[in-house]
């Protein structure tokens, strides 16, 4: 991914500084962009090794390290970005998934009186708890959390797999249960779930995905939802399942899945996978000034249609905005951005000139 | 690149995912775009089709004003003085590629991005597509790369792993 598409070189000395905090597809884009219009742009990233869930949750199978590192060594060689990696940014404290692998935490606050602009393109680094008895087991998961973990360990960065690993169930029908259950056969997982709360035409993956991974061995089951844990010496053992009905569509067009009395089941399980969704991680934990005002409940940050913080020298873009989507929206976000960035930044050269 | 040489753009299906982000960087850059478009074929399988930039152009022999032209590496593209905005040129593309634009009243279509190649640049959907499934090079490099990655799947490698 050439990052710096738009040009080949840095145009003129650096004219501002530029702080990007998350180096995903929207962070690097948004770098690229910037480069090319001359500004001097400092990445800093929570993870060791820049690309966020390119590099960290996206199976390698579907996009190859070399494609992302190209990109990232062109910014740092011919456009002299320094990446600050392993460094998390953040005003207050809270724990994201993937946080253990920082070695240093700067204050966003501190940070942003440093730079002209800041984008804080920080995606989605927490994931949905199943919110049943026993998800707090140690080996019930986020697909997050286990992807994450696959990816550490092919990249040298830990030593063993989590979990027993024989019997996998994956909860949830999008693109990381889809990703969590592939992993699971490829790495010699001997049974592996599937299970949705909702028919296989409303999975949000898609039936194509569904039936690829049915292929591959996977066991597809529709229309149930887990109402307890098995949990023993506090392990999970097992899943407890109650069967669902589709009801009428709710907030999101979709028919609400309704539990049918008396239907439980149990899966075995060693290992149990929430796919169930990502949360927004802004680096904003506490008041933060007023910047808490521009969090939303659902953790998403609302910027203006600048994609600025009103009033402020803080930009937001990608996953944190908009919540999880594709990679493409992201690139489109921080590019986006950027170019409000650049506008927002010439802007105050030009007012700057005296009359 | 040398001038005179032809340029192929070809898409590895088996590799896209389906990121949509080939075109939302085509947007991006050019206002009347994008020209490279992904479409639903059902199941939730996504994938991008642009121009094929043919050797023996149909649009090109349709257009009756030569607003339709092939640019030096073999880019076919759209003279707006020229275009009419006929449309004769969808007619004859078997792909349905080229788009009247309302804003300019001209057919609009791919030009493997000229301007960034005239920057010595690579167009902004080969240079951004994550999986390298977009590869644009001399039609002889590209048959090559395609067929290697053929091969990648039907002879096993799984001793170097």
């Known amino acids: ?355 | 690149m040398e001038a005179g040489s032809s340029l192929l753009r070809a898409i590895d299906y088996s590799k896209c995912i389906g990121c949509e982000t080939c075109e939302v960087v085509c947007g991006f850059i050019h206002e009347l775009g994008p020209f490279i478009k992904l479409y639903e074929l059902g199941g939730g399988v996504k994938k991008p089709i642009s121009c094929f930039h043919c050797s023996k152009a149909p649009c090109i022999e349709a257009c009756p004003t030569g607003a339709m032209r092939k640019d030096q590496y073999g880019a076919v593209y759209v003279e707006p003085s020229k275009c009419i905005g006929c449309m004769a040129c969808l007619y004859a593309c078997p792909f349905g590629i080229p788009e009247l634009s309302e804003v300019t009243k001209t057919s609009t279509k791919c030009d493997l991005c000229r301007d960034l190649r005239r920057e010595g640049l690579t167009p902004a959907c080969v240079a951004m597509c994550p999986t390298r499934a977009i590869i644009l090079g001399p039609p002889r490099a590209i048959g090559d790369e395609v067929k290697r990655r053929a091969l990648t799947k039907i002879v096993y490698l799984g001793e170097l792993k």
């Open chain 1, 1 to 355: 991914m050439k990052f710096a598409f738009l040009c080949r070189e840095r145009p003129g000395a650096a004219k501002q500084r530029v702080a990007v905090i998350g180096s995903g597809p929207a962070g690097l884009s948004a770098t690229g962009y910037l480069v090319c219009r001359g500004y001097e742009v400092d990445v800093y990233d929570k993870l060791p090794i820049p690309g966020g869930m390119m590099t960290f949750a996206i199976p390698k199978y579907r996009i190859p390290l070399d494609s992302i590192m190209e990109g990232v060594d062109e910014l740092k060689s011919k456009f002299s970005v320094q990446f600050n990696l392993a460094t998390k940014v953040i005003c207050g404290e809270r724990h994201d998934e993937g946080d253990e692998l920082a070695t240093n935490t700067v204050d966003l606050l501190k940070l942003v009186e440093g730079y002209d602009a800041v984008l804080i393109s920080t995606g989605t680094w927490r994931s949905r708890r199943l919110g049943v008895p026993g998800d707090d087991a140690k080996n019930v998961m986020s697909a997050l959390e286990f992807l994450l973990n696959l990816h550490m360990v092919d990249l040298g960065l830990r030593k063993s797999h989590i979990g027993s690993f024989k019997k996998v169930v994956v909860v949830g029908g999008g693109l990381s249960a889809i990703d969590a259950a592939e992993e699971s056969v490829l790495r010699g997982a001997q049974e592996v779930y599937l299970v949705y709360r909702r028919t296989i035409k409303e999975a949000p993956a898609g039936e194509y995905e569904v039936r690829r991974l049915m292929r591959m061995g996977v066991n597809w089951i529709e229309l149930a939802a887990p109402k307890s844990i098995v949990v023993e010496n506090g392990s999970a053992r097992g899943i407890v399942f109650q069967r669902m009905k589709l009801g009428e569509p709710d907030e999101t067009g979709r028919p609400r899945p309704v539990p049918i009395p008396g239907s439980e089941f149990t899966i075995e399980a060693d290992t149990v996978i929430a796919a169930i969704g990502e949360i927004p991680t802004p680096p904003i934990a506490s008041e933060c000034g007023d910047l808490a005002k521009y969090v939303g409940k659902d953790g998403r940050i609302s910027v203006d249609k600048n994609y600025r913080i009103s009033g402020r020298n803080i930009f937001a873009a990608g996953d944190v905005v908009t919540g999880p989507s594709k990679i493409g929206n992201a690139v489109g976000q921080g590019l986006r951005a950027a170019k409000e960035i650049d506008k927002f930044l010439s802007a105050r050269i030009l007012a700057a000139v005296p009359r």
